[in-house]
């Protein structure tokens, strides 16, 4: 997949549906090169082709991770530096599964004596060489596409813990300030790290906002601060001023007084 496909794919996250005239007129490219990279991403069965143009593949179904990992990469780690920038060091943290959260755990693997609770395989994998680690996983069965641990044994572990920082990534963010995520299982162990959290970080690029996804995880009042690349939409900036939501964006011609958030 190049630059362009990639952008496509994420613009069509975004919207749902973007016509072929609208894309050709974005990119600055032919209609026909246009379709041709549209047939990739339905031959891949990322998107799916409608008349005049394309939309995402499904509601209840994820990017796979493979692809999910190369997409935005930059971006993500603008955002895992801020927070890594906000975690100090012998502090307790859990961290989730996600492509994010695991750039996160990568900006982390300078610091000294945190103690790291994931059901993240790649998480526990990249943090293992800090010897003033100490990296706790949590049981349960293992996903074999992206090292994810999820079921009723990885909730129970969760539990037993209160940590100072939860960091979370998500896979949608509604209009309404919903979080939203694609698999139940999932879902429910973020909760439970969100409930056994003292402050909960949630880490999103711009492609989150407004996505479509089908399992409620939760509210977005149920979070400290938000990481993000870019400015969120005007009515999730409302929503995250109303309910005291500390924004933290890698853009730094956002003013702060008009947001009334904090930027990097």
């Known amino acids: 997949m190049n630059r362009r496909q990639q952008e496509i794919l994420l613009l069509v996250s975004q919207k749902g549906f973007v016509s072929i005239e609208t894309l050709a ?8 090169t246009i379709r041709r990279d549209i047939n990739t991403l339905c031959d891949q069965q990322l998107l799916t082709r409608y008349h005049g143009g394309a939309g995402l593949s499904s509601s ?24 890594a920038d906000h975690i100090p060091d012998r502090a307790s943290i859990f961290i989730n599964i996600g492509t994010t959260t695991e750039e996160v755990a990568r900006a982390l693997q300078n610091h000294s004596g945190l103690r790291i ?14 010897p003033s680690f100490e990296i706790i996983i949590a049981g349960g069965a293992v996903r074999p596409h992206d090292g994810g641990i999820t079921g009723e044994a990885t909730i129970d572990f969760i539990r037993q813990f209160k940590v100072d920082f939860g960091i979370i990534g998500i896979s949608s963010i509604d209009a309404d300030g919903t979080l939203l995520d694609f ?18 970080f949630l880490v999103a690029d711009h492609s989150k906002f407004d996505r479509c996804a089908m399992v409620r995880l939760g509210r977005i009042d149920q979070i400290d601060a938000l990481f993000t690349d870019q400015p969120p939409p005007p ?9 005291n939501v500390t924004l933290h964006t890698a853009d730094p011609s956002v003013p702060p007084k008009t947001l009334a958030v904090t930027t990097i």
Do not use: G, W
């Open 25 to 32: 007129h974005n990119f600055k490219f032919t209609p026909q």
């Open 60 to 83: 209840v179904e994820n990017v796979e991770y493979a692809t999910r990992k190369v997409m935005l990469q930059k971006e993500k780690q603008l955002i895992a530096k801020m927070v």
């Open 117 to 130: 609770i994931t059901n993240n395989l790649n998480v526990a994998a990249m943090l293992r060489c800090n």
């Open 183 to 200: 698999d139940y299982h999932e879902v429910r162990v973020t909760q439970a790290i969100i409930e056994n959290s003292r402050k909960v």
């Open 235 to 243: 009515h999730i900036s409302t929503i995250l001023a109303e309910t």
